[in-house]
């Protein structure tokens, strides 16, 4: 069947290899028939087939072509993806997903899905761990680590196979979002998607407004310092601690900005595997980051330090051939109770780069530095 509410999906012609538009080609084959039928010219069906071969489409084109201007048609239906070569379960999907208002194309192979994640960009992906060339683990990391392709696009792998702990742990580390045993739950599904595409869709419209870095994904210093203020607003209510945290990898300030980029990507795909939800982190400049983090005091603000330290120290950069190792200096300044404290956030935040950069001037040995008031 064709899909409804107006989302176009693609069907492929397992003889020829090449796909097509689903809804023009039963048109164009059911013409056919009767055109067959009328002239008397043979088997039907194997006339209208042979009709049928003369109006295929090369793979991609059209279908791509009419999923794009469907979009255009109606900004609010989210694109996904779907990556499955079993035709019973992509169209299983589909005929969850498209009553429901999702616009779908379709991928067959992982190389396939990695060609159309990135030409079309879409809001969410649901990837079958067990395509015919590539594992879908395999595809999660290329595309995590891919530039093109956005962090904060969902990535929902499901699998006919084993769907175990191990395997969904080993999931998560590639960049997936969830990660699902067949048979699917349609409503558990749809809940999870719509909760998902709303997150992505907030980060866009942050993107939009200019409150977040784009090479990182953190907030910019716009983004971070609104996002400082409805933490301290919720810290001096509930009178907690909270903690400013400033860090720079070692020689950063010494690169380019296309490898302080590359810098920021890294730190921010770390951020993602290690930091905790409650934390708001941005971008100050090309090599600082901050870290605001409620609840946090002058000892838990060390543990975030040696926590971020420690796993940044990990990982490393290919840059000019070499692999850049982040090693990392932090300053940071943390109060016990917010509500008592006479700085705002955007002071902590101040005072804690403060403690950096004197840190930095001085080429000790500490890592590490807490601001201190002057007498």
């Known amino acids: 069947m064709a899909a409804k509410c107006g989302a176009v999906t693609s069907n492929r012609c397992r003889d020829s290899g090449q796909y097509y538009a689903k809804p023009l080609i039963d048109n164009l084959l059911a013409c056919a028939q009767l055109f067959a039928r009328l002239l008397h010219n043979g088997p039907s069906h194997d006339y209208a087939q042979a009709l049928l071969s003369a109006v295929l489409v090369p793979r991609c084109t059209l279908q791509m072509k009419e999923v794009m201007a469907e979009r255009d048609t109606n900004t609010q239906q989210p694109l996904v993806l779907v990556a499955n070569d079993q035709e019973w379960s992509a169209r299983s999907l589909e005929s969850i997903l498209a009553p429901n208002g999702y616009a779908v194309i379709r991928a067959y192979t992982g190389r396939q899905a990695l060609e159309r994640m990135r030409q079309a960009q879409p809001d969410l992906v649901i990837l079958d761990a067990q395509l015919p060339d590539m594992h879908g683990f395999d595809i999660c990391r290329a595309l995590r680590s891919d530039s093109r392709f956005g962090p904060t696009t969902p990535i929902i792998v499901t699998t006919s196979g084993p769907s175990g702990r191990a395997q969904r742990l080993e999931a998560y580390r590639a960049g997936a979002w969830e990660f699902l045993g067949q048979p699917l739950d349609g409503e558990s599904l749809l809940l999870r998607m719509r909760t998902f595409i709303q997150s992505k869709m907030e980060v866009d419209r942050l993107r939009e407004e200019c409150l977040v870095d784009d090479a990182s994904g ?15 607003s919720e810290a001096q209510r509930r009178h907690q601690p909270l903690a ?10 010494q690169l380019d900005a296309e490898a302080q ?52 120290a990990a990982a490393s950069v290919p840059i000019g051939g070499e692999d850049l190792r982040l090693e990392t200096r932090a300053g940071f300044c943390a109060v016990g109770d917010f509500a008592a404290s006479d700085a705002d956030t955007v002071e902590l935040l101040l005072r804690a780069t403060t403690a950096l950069r004197e840190l930095r001037r001085d080429k000790g040995p500490e890592r590490v530095r807490e601001f201190a008031a002057a007498n």
């Open 244 to 253: 400013c945290v400033v860090f720079t990898p070692d020689a950063a300030d």
């Open 261 to 312: 980029d590359r810098v920021a990507e890294r730190v921010g795909l770390v951020f993602r595997e290690s930091g905790r939800m409650s934390d708001a982190v941005g971008r100050l400049g090309a090599s600082e980051f901050a870290v605001i983090a409620p609840s946090t005091d002058a000892v838990g603000a060390m543990q975030l330090v040696e926590r971020i330290g420690s796993s940044l």
């Open 218 to 232: 953190f907030y910019n210093m716009r983004g971070l310092a609104r996002r400082a203020r409805e933490l301290g």
